[in-house]
């Protein structure tokens, strides 16, 4: 009705749209407002998916129904397992039959029984595969090989009773892997998979029984062992059944695995050249195999994958040739030469690596045999280097005791030295040798040009012992293997070539140990040597020159019969040569580590010094100059402060050097200096609190003797003590100065205290005891009559002190 009286009056303003096109405009605009109501619901599940893990929607909550129950074993698992126990509860059954019931039955019903029962059972598969019962076949199949074995154990029971086990064996089994091939040849059989893999099982062991059967020995078991192994490879390399391969790799492994422990077991106790001979064809068998598997695995001719298999039967094809030829060698040379013949094959390795046409997993595998022959080598080299290296610590027990015998005396007196070490020497030359000419990789070749050197210095360090050669010539060998390593260190800067000479050098200083003149010669030689070296190398060289001049300083003192306390004095001069060392090479990596060596020599100056306390403070008083004197460079400035406090240690041992008691003369040192620098830190920095300018000093005197007073009797202390308090406090209110009022009014306070005590102990004793309380009690109330006058007197001190520095 509204509409009727609005519309004549907006007629003339507004447009109004017949009713046909305002229905048609409306329905247009709900349709737009769904499909927009749609979108959003499609952009809210979005957004509620995405957040799952933050947000969680409201959960219903009745009841959830029960979800049906997940099975535990699928239908073909299921499947499978009654088949298989289907299968052995026959060929059990078939089992007890035969042995149990066999002998019911006779020769006819015997033989009825095995071909009726073992023909069922082999040609049950070709109906049930016809029907697409696969795994039901293989199951009957299983069975019918089953009893195909029965049926063997039973004709040796019943027919073939006379013959002996290994021959009967080995037919037995050889004819069963032929019967069993060829029933996998059969037109529908062939799609079983159990009879090829079976047949090839039961061909693990005809030739083994045939060498028992033939009596052929530990070198005919080992050959048939060998001989099934490379069968298995070349079935394991040919086949294209992955189950047929599968079960030819396992043996493979497996068998050659015996085989080659058998033959390195006939190689390492072989008798003579002959039996060695013998078993190094065996390894040499056992190598081809490995290496022809190696050949077609990394040429890709064969099925079997991986770059791994063929490197690894490289490697184990290497070292099967190594141990089979070293081993010929061992049984015709000496003892002391079965390792160098070993290592002579392992580097001739390296000529196999030559033609282009190996394959790269073959060649790689060749050289990491011939690598593992040679880290084999030097790790049996290792007991004479740590002999020949260690062997000079036992001098320090013994010091100029007398010249040993020979170098390998010299080494060995608390040791012993190993067998067979008169090749060490040439051992590690040629490992030196050939990482030297071999190695080309651009990867390996710098660190084999490192570790080169280090061998040879490690053979030349060896022959003195080895070669029995006299004490001096020992020395002077080790000697020229130390500065060829120092001068490697300094050619090629590097902790490889470092540690050589570190530890040659160590080892030659203790050597020297056995004679007064082999020490001192020796340490001259080493400080020269390694001074010279500080040119090129100073971080290290500079250091190790001033360690062994502090030895060189305490053997010179030791062989002049000087005490030890006059010998630091000689110490010394090493802190003060490592201070201006440290002062010309200041800014360069070797000034910390030859401020560090000064610093340990110092401390050694001191524990000398120890035992005399007149040298021992003159000791720290030195000490005290070269700290000073590097606290001078500007980027040192802390060390004035150990340099003080060498000083002050230097006349407290002085003063009890005296046997003086007074604990003013220990703390008047270090109170003086103590405020001659508070007054000079003061003078340029007047906002410098007195307490850091004068506290400590002061308190470093007043406190001790205000302790030393309270147990002292007599009246002279407590009185110069008051009288010393006295002028700080007054000295301090002329000055307004915080500290030297407080601290010297605090200790006059209790210096008068100390006065009165006895006066007041014999009051306290003679009042009667009710007296005290009362006395605290007038006192607390005094104080509460008159708080508010108290309070103003100290807001008035308060502002004074504050006006106070």
């Known amino acids: 009705m509204s509409r009727r009286v609005t519309q004549p009056t907006l007629q003339g303003m507004t447009h109004i749209p017949p009713p046909a096109e305002e229905l048609r405009l409306l329905d247009a605009e709900l349709w737009q407002l769904d499909a927009r109501r749609a979108q959003l619901l499609a952009r809210r599940a979005w957004l509620v998916a995405a957040l799952q893990p933050k947000w969680q929607a409201p959960q219903p909550t009745g009841p959830m129904p029960a979800a049906p129950p997940r099975p535990e074993a699928s239908a073909p698992s299921v499947q499978n397992v009654l088949l298989v126990l289907g299968g052995v509860l026959l060929t059990v059954a078939a089992m007890v039959f035969t042995l149990v019931s066999w002998g019911h039955l006779g020769i006819t019903g015997r033989a009825l029984v095995l071909g009726a029962v073992t023909a069922a059972a082999l040609a049950a598969p070709l109906p049930l595969l016809k029907r697409g019962l696969r795994s039901t076949a293989e199951s009957v199949a299983g069975l019918g090989l089953a009893l195909t074995v029965l049926d063997a154990v039973a004709l040796h029971g019943a027919v073939f009773l006379e013959s002996p086990g290994a021959p009967y064996t080995a037919v037995a089994s050889a004819l069963l892997a032929g019967l069993w091939a060829a029933y996998s040849l ?32 530990s070198y005919g078991l080992t050959a048939a062992l060998l001989v099934t192994a490379g069968f298995d490879t070349l079935v394991a390399l040919r086949m294209t059944s992955g189950s047929l391969r599968a079960v030819a790799a396992i043996g493979a492994y497996g068998v050659g695995a015996l085989g080659v422990l058998a033959a390195g077991w006939l190689t390492w106790t072989a008798s003579g050249p002959s039996a060695a001979a013998r078993a190094a064809a065996l390894l040499l068998l056992a190598s081809a ?41 061992r049984s015709a040379l000496p003892e002391v030469w079965a390792v160098p013949a070993h290592l002579a094959l392992g580097i001739a390795l390296l000529a196999v690596l030559r033609p282009s046409r190996l394959p790269e997993t073959v060649r790689r595998g060749l050289l990491w045999a011939s690598g593992s022959v040679q880290a084999l080598s030097l790790l049996w080299t290792l007991p004479v280097v740590g002999v020949v ?15 040993p015998p020979d170098a390998r005396a010299a080494v060995t007196s608390h040791l012993t030295w190993p067998p067979y070490a008169e090749t ?57 293997a130390t500065a060829g390593a120092l001068a490697l260190a300094v050619l090629r800067p590097g902790p490889a070539a470092v540690v050589p000479a570190l530890v040659a050098s160590a080892s030659l200083a203790f050597l020297s140990l056995a004679t007064q003149t082999a020490t001192l010669t020796t340490l001259c030689a080493l400080v020269v040597l390694f001074a010279a070296a500080s040119w090129r190398a100073a ?37 003060a040569a490592a201070a201006l060392l440290a002062w010309r090479l200041d800014g360069t990596p070797a000034t910390v580590p030859i401020e560090l060596t000064g610093a340990v020599t110092a401390l050694v100056a001191i524990t000398l010094a120890a035992t005399d306390l007149p040298m021992l403070a003159l000791v720290l008083a030195l000490c005290g100059v070269i700290a000073a004197g590097t606290a001078i460079r500007v980027d040192r400035r802390p060390v004035g402060y150990a340099a003080a406090a060498l000083f002050v240690l230097a006349t407290w041992v002085r003063l009890a050097a005296w046997d003086m008691s007074a604990p003013e003369a220990y703390t008047l040192p270090v109170t003086i200096p103590a405020l001659l620098v508070g007054h000079l830190r003061r003078r340029r ?85 009710w007296v005290p309380p009362a006395l605290a009690g007038l006192l607390l109330l005094a104080l509460g009559a008159t708080y508010e006058r108290r309070i103003r007197d100290v807001r008035r001190m308060r502002d004074i002190f504050g006006r106070m520095s």
């Open 389 to 403: 290296v260690l062997g000079p610590l036992s001098w320090a027990s013994q010091a100029w005791t007398g010249t």
């Open 186 to 217: 059969l037109p529908r059989v062939s799609e079983l998979r159990l009879p090829r893999p079976a047949a090839l099982v039961a061909a693990q062991l005809p030739l083994l029984f045939w060498a028992i059967a033939a009596d052929a020995g």
């Open 685 to 769: 920095a007047p906002e410098t609190s007195s307490w850091t300018a004068y506290g400590p000093g002061l308190a470093a005197t007043l406190l001790p003797s205000l302790v030393t007073a309270w147990g002292d009797s007599d009246w002279t202390r407590p009185l110069l003590l008051g009288l010393a308090a006295l002028s700080l406090t007054l000295l301090g209110g002329s000055y307004s100065l915080q500290a030297p009022m407080v601290l010297g009014g605090s200790v006059l306070t209790l210096d008068a205290l100390h006065e009165l005590a006895p006066y007041i102990v014999q009051v306290t004793d003679a009042l009667p005891r």
């Open 289 to 329: 195999i490995a290496l022809a598997a190696a050949w077609h695995t990394g040429r890709g001719t064969t099925r079997v994958p991986g770059e791994e298999q063929s490197l690894g039967l490289a490697l184990g094809a290497g070292l099967l040739a190594v141990a089979a030829l070293g081993g010929v060698a």
């Open 539 to 575: 971080p290290i060289a500079a250091p190790t020159a001033l360690g062994y001049a502090t030895a060189l300083a305490c053997a010179t003192g030791a062989a002049a019969d000087w005490s030890a306390p006059h010998t630091a004095l000689l110490v010394l001069t090493v802190p």
């Open 424 to 480: 060490v020497p040439l051992i590690l030359a040629a490992l030196a040798g050939v990482l030297a000419l071999t190695v080309r990789d651009t990867t390996w070749r710098p660190r084999a040009l490192t570790a080169a050197p280090v061998l040879a210095w490690a053979a030349l360090l060896t022959v003195p012992a080895v070669l029995e050669l006299p004490y001096a010539a020992g020395l002077l060998i080790q000697g020229a």
